[in-house]
């Protein structure tokens, strides 16, 4: 991977309306999600400004990232993009954990990833191929990620079938934090760890042994130019921001959720899940436009696979020791049927190697079923 030429962007109307500057035109909620929150005003309208204020900082982590990787040559600057990938939803999930807001968190975790499946890959598909008859993409590429998802779906199911063959039904939906045996737990931070080994051999595999297969060229439409100093300063101030937005919305959230009539698995599985990587989202759907359906796919399923190998393994092991109790790896049925369908849905349009504008149309589809679902839940 070569370092991209350096395009430092003009700060004028033409970067805000563009692809890449339009999140920074909500940098106004930041300090609005702050100020209201302090003054103790409405939850719902500090929920709405918290929500939005995370995506401008969600951007910022994710092209100090690039910006860094770019410098850093094709094996650290992998590493960077995977680890940073999701680093958002890391950080929202984090500070829901410690509030031992649990349904929030498992809701979270599989919106992200059917979200990645189902309506960014969907989106991507349906934007890139109108006017086109077919577009196509490494086949081999997107079946080693939709393996590791479906290898991450089978961990999940195993959790709650164990609830079920001891007589113990699945957690409703509603409750916040459900009370599990302590066997339970202990096998969750168990297969947390071994999921974490598959995300560290799928490490090496992709970008060691298989690079060239597994990694497609990220191809980036050119860095900033800013140097390896200011891309660790702005991926703090970054991470710092995505926190405190994070708090923030956390703190609302449930007061917000009875105002709207909206419960904490939905705003969780949706509107949470939207906003954490709403800017990496766009991006998938950008280059799919450009007919760049390798890195799009590998966006949409890469994404998901590191939300299932890792995100969610690091959140159940940081439960022992962050917030009021552990977070059991066993979600509600309604979260184990959407994630088992996505993960199927993932593997066959993997195995295909091609997309068609309708096709998307079919993805996005589904994801509309499964969030009016999720909303009469």
Known sequence: MQAPESHTPRLDTSFFFGPHGWP????????????????????????VCSTLGIIPTAALMGRATEELAARSGPGIGGLLNVTFGNAPELII???????????????????????NILLVLGASMLVGGLGRQKQRFSATNASA???????????????????????????????????????????????????????????FFSLRTH??????????????????????????????????????????????????????????????????????HWVAVLVAHKDKMDLSVNIAIGSSAQVALFVTPVLVLAGFFVGPSPLPLVFNGYELGALILSALIAAYVAHEGESTWFEGVQLLAVYAVMALVFAFA
């Open 211 to 280: 690079r060239a297969v597994f990694n497609p060229e990220y191809e980036q439409e050119g860095s900033w130019g800013w140097s390896t100093r200011t891309s660790i300063v702005m991926l703090a101030i970054a991470g710092v921001a995505v926190g405190g937005m994070s708090d923030i919305l956390v703190h609302s959230v449930s007061a917000a959720s009875e105002s709207l009539g909206l419960s904490e698995f939905f705003i969780g599985a949706i509107v949470v899940a939207i906003v954490g990587n709403a800017a990496e």
């Open 145 to 203: 990620q939709s393996s590791m998802l479906l290898a991450a779906a089978a961990a999940f199911a195993m959790p709650a079938i164990f609830q079920l063959v001891h007589g113990d039904g699945l957690p409703a939906v509603g409750v916040t934090r459900p009370a599990f045996d302590n066997s339970i737990e202990v096998l969750s931070g168990l297969i947390a760890g071994v999921l974490i080994l598959v995300y560290i051999a799928g490490l």
């Open 93 to 115: 999930a984090l500070f829901a954990l410690g509030n031992g807001l649990h349904e929030l968190v498992k809701a979270t975790l599989i919106g992200s990833i059917i979200g």
């Open 24 to 47: 920074y035109l909500l940098v106004p909620f930041i300090p609005a999600a702050i100020v209201l929150y302090i003054a103790g005003t409405s939850d719902v309208v500090v929920f």
